[in-house]
């Protein structure tokens, strides 16, 4: 059974950082392309970071320079830093992972405040 739980998630004040994590079992890990995306109230869900198998790393626009994704291929792991966050960053957060299958975690919250 395929497992991804988030962690991490919480409120933060605008210029403030955090650090979302992602635990994946059920999965061959090292093989998956693995992604933060979010989803704000009433807008479709968007892709925030992915990091390749192989470690290239993609970013939306919005968060360049704000925001870095690792990943761990031995705790098999992957984390989303935060940093400078702006209220526009408020959304629910979801772990993804592509390759066998489309698979998702179960979200987590993230607040920014003014």
């Known amino acids: 059974q395929v497992q991804l739980v988030e962690s991490g998630g919480g409120l933060v004040q605008t210029g403030g950082s955090l650090r979302l994590s992602c635990a994946a079992s059920?999965?061959?890990?090292?093989?998956?392309?693995m992604a933060w995306y979010r989803q704000a109230p009433g807008k479709p869900r968007e892709l925030v970071a992915r990091i390749s198998a192989g470690g290239d790393t993609t970013y939306v626009d919005s968060v360049k320079g704000r925001f870095t994704i690792f990943r761990d291929n031995v705790k098999n792991t992957v984390a989303l830093q935060m940093t400078s966050v702006k209220p526009d960053d408020t959304a629910v957060y979801y772990c993804?992972?592509?390759?066998?299958?489309?698979?998702w975690g179960q979200g987590t919250q993230v607040t920014v405040s003014s």
């Open positions: 993804n992972a592509q390759f066998s299958g489309n698979y």
């Open positions: 059920g999965i061959l890990f090292t093989i998956h392309h």
